[in-house]
């Protein structure tokens, strides 16, 4: 049995709107999956219909390929983190985990395992109503790890941290992948993604609108764009623009370019004398490459500083 | 790409075992480790026993003799151990060893004092079960053994022996023109009676055995006629029940005794003999007239289980109060999981959710019960202990009976929390679950209980309702032969203890049954 997710066409409506349209993707063992994209492009509802939380109207998702409801412990094949609020304020941290580890036939040892791993056992006795969001995070953590499964399934486990807590998730997760796990992350900020994910699921739309290694992603972003640096800024973006390209501005003198090739670029600005002091190809980042693949997919877009003058 | 390369992550942990029994003790630790549930389970326990000795505490019986109060007597018992009238004009003789009684009745008439509708005047009447007949008597202590055949006023011949027991024979009333014949013989400790319309062709109507009857028993001629109880159904709903003083008067003839000693003289006593009534004073006493070989025998009173005083079942009074808290602790147990989103966890550990909801109700129906019976167990007997101390006299019940009604109080506290736990698990949310819990158990408890609405009303609800389920604490029986007030508000349910209680089981099982269809449908 392989350590993986597998959703293949997943297809959902809730009412007039379509949640889930096709939704196919595989998560791999080793590496942390980075599941991204913008509010409301299916990423919950996703891993919900994984969990057998909500049901497909079509399409099918496997757990280590087998469908969740017929697995007989379930946590001890993928480990959930979906809300980290979800707590019963007036019971601690410890009796949280218990609970779910007496309902996997697990013991207490295992739970106190779990907690020294999350760096709660200074706390563990503490009623979790009382925790701060990233305790709970760690909290929901450790619940996912009861199982000890190969599987790991987080949605959204950045939001609300303070640094200490980001770097610290991205240290955790980039180790349990390396222990050969399939880890999939949800986050609806690609930045939080680009030091751990070696793979990313762009979905929009209920869709998939990527689905490569980080390194692919990059390059296919960085391809025809020219990053130019100069000190007339407003001058060289109307140039460009009466040249027929895309031109946002990314700094105080520096303009990012597409739509033009580099020696058409420089002909452009030479025509009109404009001066600049640098022409090179541009090296993405995994957010502008996200930002390209999700512009169309972007429900409720406000005007970005990307969009041209 | 990194994946060919990878080893996929193989945990070297043995998974748990995740059957049903590890799902009941995940809900077990929910349960216990939440205070506040604890705290409410035990505080309803505490509710339920500390009502339950105040009530009994609180309650005092007084008799007065004349200016100085004194103990209220105990009130006799019957043979099997139940609260019994044994009041009557008793005519008789001594008979050792075998022997029996014939008589003929050829009238019975009475009077009733202050009948409804003025309340203004004594008219002559019978009421329906004032009795005249023939009766073995073991003694003239009140409560002792005995059977007897007797005429009575509207539900014709009967044969009744030890209070509780009673065989129809022929119906129809007495007259001058439609006499009756009785006969009742003994035989070792068999009893038989027969009746006859003209003392010749004559019918067994019953017999018993009567071990306890000594060798030697008093037998003879006895009427009694009980108070005419009127229900009145009050505006408002409800009912109000008054008792007046009724006296009957039989003529017997042809009386034949076998086995006394021959030429034997009659004895008289007024069994049970209290304070008289006016009319008694200055009209008619109690009394045995001869003349011409008959007898007119006047009595009053009746030979009977009583129907009128507390049950034991009355000291759970707290127990309304424990179980509007269990009701609350059930609900929440269900809709805390879906006010803060736990059910997804839950879920996502138990993916089969029927288990998962038949596993809290589980919990939810053993830890009340536990609570329940905790409760019960002492309130009962020790309620009934202080109650009997301060003078009064509960109904006293069969061990069985008793346990019953601990037992099955406590039953009836874990399937209303099941039930409502199924409410909340339909609902979703607390408020809603919870006032529904209360309307559909308590509510209906509570008219009838308050008789606020009329008796036939409250009837049909402790029928139809869960609160049918409060029938297994009904400790003391309703019984066709005595007239009572067999309203609700005194204890009496329309159905049989276990009835009641499997018409709550049903309205669980739906409930859970509902809950669990709607659990099943994705998208918690």
């Not at chain 1, 057998?52 to 969740?68: I, N, S, T």
């Not at chain 1, 404009?274 to 980042?285: C, G, I, L």
């Not at chain 2, 038949?358 to 939810?364: H, L, N, R, T």
């Amino acid at each position: 049995m392989e350590a993986t997710i597998e959703v293949s066409g997943l297809r959902k409506r809730f009412g007039s709107t379509v949640a889930l349209d096709g939704m196919s993707f595989t998560v791999r063992p080793g590496q942390v999956t980075g599941f991204v994209g913008p509010n409301g492009a299916g990423k919950s509802t996703t891993m919900r219909v994984v969990l057998g939380l909500d049901a497909a109207d079509e399409g099918r998702a496997l757990v280590g390929g087998r469908p969740f409801w017929s697995l007989r412990n379930p946590l001890s094949h993928v480990g959930a983190l979906l809300d980290a609020a979800a707590l019963q304020p007036s019971r601690t941290a410890r009796n949280h985990l218990l609970w779910l580890a007496h309902s996997q036939g697990l013991t207490a040892r295992r739970v106190d395992e779990v907690i020294e791993q999350v760096g709660l056992r200074t706390a563990k006795r503490r009623r979790a109503g009382g925790y701060s969001l990233g305790m709970r995070q760690r909290l929901g953590i450790a619940a996912a790890l009861l199982g000890d499964p190969p599987v790991l399934m987080l949605d959204e486990p950045f939001n609300g941290l303070d640094l200490d807590g980001i770097v610290w998730i991205r240290g955790f997760l980039r180790s349990l992948a390396t222990e050969g796990r399939a880890v999939l992350v949800s986050s609806h900020l690609m930045s939080e993604l680009q030091d751990i994910a070696g793979h990313i699921v762009v979905v929009g739309r209920g869709r998939v609108l990527a689905d490569a290694s980080v390194a692919d992603l990059i390059a296919a972003a960085s391809r025809d764009r020219v990053t130019l640096r100069t000190t007339a800024r407003s001058e060289a973006m109307t140039a460009l623009a009466h040249a027929g390209a895309t031109v946002a501005a990314t700094d105080r003198d520096t303009l990012t370019v597409s739509g033009l090739a580099a020696e058409h670029i420089v002909a452009a600005l030479g025509a009109r004398a404009v001066p600049f002091s640098e022409v090179t190809a541009h090296r993405a980042t995994l957010e502008e490459a996200y930002m390209d693949l999700t512009r169309d997919a972007v429900q409720f877009a406000a005007p970005g500083p990307e969009a041209a003058r | 790409m990194t994946t060919g390369t990878t080893t996929p992550y193989r945990s070297r942990r043995r998974p748990g075992r995740a059957g049903f029994p590890q799902l009941l003790r995940a809900e077990w630790t929910k349960f216990r480790t939440v205070r506040g549930w604890v705290l409410a389970m035990t505080a309803a326990a505490v509710v339920i026993v500390s009502f339950g000795l105040i009530f009994a505490t609180g309650s005092h019986s007084s008799c007065g003799n004349g200016t100085v109060e004194v103990a209220c007597p105990t009130p006799p018992t019957g043979p099997g151990g139940e609260l019994v009238d044994d009041r009557f004009y008793f005519v008789h003789q001594s008979l050792t060893g075998d022997g029996g009684i014939t008589v003929r009745l050829t009238s019975m008439t009475g009077i009733i004092t202050y009948p409804p509708p003025n309340h203004d005047k004594i008219v002559s009447g019978l009421v329906p079960w004032a009795k005249a007949g023939v009766i073995v008597k073991d003694g003239t202590r009140q409560g002792s053994a005995y059977a007897a055949m007797m005429v009575t006023a509207d539900h014709g011949v009967r044969m009744q022996y030890d209070y509780t027991h009673d065989t129809a024979g022929r119906p129809g009333r007495v007259s001058a023109a439609a006499p009756r014949w009785l006969r009742l013989n003994r035989s070792g400790d068999t009893l038989t009676g027969y009746e006859s319309a003209d003392g010749t062709q004559w019918t067994q109507v019953g017999t018993t055995h009567l071990p306890r009857l000594p060798a030697t028993v008093q037998i003879g001629l006895f009427v009694a006629s009980p108070n005419d109880l009127t229900v009145e159904q009050s505006a408002l709903g409800g009912s109000v029940g008054q008792a007046r003083y009724t006296q009957a008067t039989a003529v017997f003839d042809h009386v034949g005794l076998r086995g006394t000693t021959p030429g034997g003289q009659w004895s008289r006593d007024e069994i049970g003999a209290h304070g008289q009534t006016d009319w008694e004073r200055y009209h008619r006493p109690s009394g045995v007239r001869e003349s011409g070989g008959g007898y007119t025998v006047t009595g009053d009173g009746d030979i009977a289980p009583r129907t009128d005083g507390s049950p034991i079942e009355r000291t759970l009074i707290g127990m309304l109060a424990g179980l509007i808290v269990m009701i609350v602790v059930a609900v929440m147990f269900m809709t805390a999981e879906y006010r803060r989103g736990l059910i997804h966890t839950t879920l996502i550990a138990s993916p089969r959710r029927g288990r998962m909801l038949a596993a809290k109700a589980v919990v939810i129906g053993l830890v009340s019960f536990v609570a329940g019976v905790a409760a019960t167990a002492i309130t009962v007997p020790s309620g009934t202990r202080i109650l009997r101390r301060g003078g009064e006299f509960p109904f006293p019940v069969s061990s069985l009976t008793e346990l019953r009604v601990i037992v099955g109080t406590a039953a009836l506290l874990a399937v209303a929390a099941v039930l409502a736990l199924a409410l909340g698990a339909l609902f979703r949310r607390s408020v809603a679950a919870i006032i529904t819990a209360i309307a559909v158990i308590v509510v209906p408890y509570v008219l009838a209980f308050a008789s606020v609405l009329p008796d036939d009303v409250t009837r049909w609800l402790l029928r139809l309702t869960p609160a049918a389920g409060f029938a297994i604490q009904q400790s003391v029986p309703a019984y066709k032969q005595v007239i009572g007030n067999y309203a609700p508000s005194a204890g009496y349910y329309p159905l049989a203890p276990w009835a009641g209680f499997a018409v709550l089981c049903a309205y669980a099982a739906l409930a859970l049954g509902l809950a669990a269809h709607r659990l099943r449908r994705r998208g918690s």
